[in-house]
């Protein structure tokens, strides 16, 4: 059984800095592709970044200032969030889906999701 636990979340201020993770039990990272969501509310959820082995996305409005890399050891995907604005402020998803290809835009296409941790960027 999939379950994924993110972690990382608090407040900041604008150009302020945070590391969100998700941990990862009953898979192996490297079968799996790995997406970033997020929800603020009145909100569709979107997708903000994913990573597989053949894969890697961003969104154009996180491009440049988020990264998201494995802590294979620990079966981990971070997200790296630098230069944080006010409109990154939500709720923060990892999902996971088998195929490696999936469209990282559509949640649809992902079969587990952790619980969120929410991020807040002060205004």
């Known amino acids: 059984q999939v379950q994924l636990v993110e972690s990382g979340g608090g407040s900041v201020q604008p150009g302020g800095s945070l590391t969100l993770s998700c941990v990862a039990s009953g898979l192996t990272l490297d079968d799996y592709g790995i997406g970033w969501f997020r929800q603020a509310p009145g909100k569709e959820r979107e997708g903000v970044s994913y990573?597989?082995?053949?894969?890697?996305f961003y969104r154009d409005s996180v491009k440049g200032r988020f990264t998201i890399s494995t802590a294979n050891a620990k079966n981990t995907v971070e997200l790296q969030m630098n230069g944080l604005k006010p409109e990154d402020t939500a709720m923060y998803y990892c999902?996971?889906?088998?195929?490696?290809?999936?469209?990282?835009?559509?949640?649809?296409?992902?079969?587990?999701w952790g619980q969120g941790t929410q991020v807040t960027v002060l205004s």
């Open positions: 999902a996971a889906e088998r195929s490696g290809l999936a469209i990282p835009t559509i949640p649809a296409s992902f079969h587990s």
């Open positions: 990573l597989s082995r053949s894969h890697t």
